[in-house]
């Protein structure tokens, strides 16, 4: 069987260190490159929110959980195909921004770019 977990490094619209002192609160997401696993949290400081997002991705199976992406404040996405590829995207100024930036992600490396769909949308 052809291994087709594809781990995406080029996430597009990383935004995240925008100026000033918003509520709004930071974004990390996790992926296992072995078992397409990820784990996502926003809304808290950024160590917290990877601490989470690792502890997601290990409950949804990843046992090798790296952090895929992280940013303060901003809209986010997840975009996934059906053969384990994920693009994701955050620190984005609007959600279109932030959707366009993932699925381009997942649809660079995907061997059916057209299976790429928006699993998770968010404003961190």
Known sequence: MKFKKKLLLGMGFI????AGSSLIADTAIYFCQ????????WGVPLARARQVAKQYCEQNGGTNCQELISCKTGFAAIVTDNEGTIGAS???????????????SCQQYSENPSACTIKHQWRG
Do not use: F, H, P
């Open 90 to 104: 955050c620190g984005a100024r609007t959600q279109q921004e932030a959707d366009k930036g993932a699925i381009e």
């Open 34 to 41: 072995e078992t397409s696993a990820y784990g996502a949290a």
């Open 15 to 18: 935004l995240g260190l925008m």
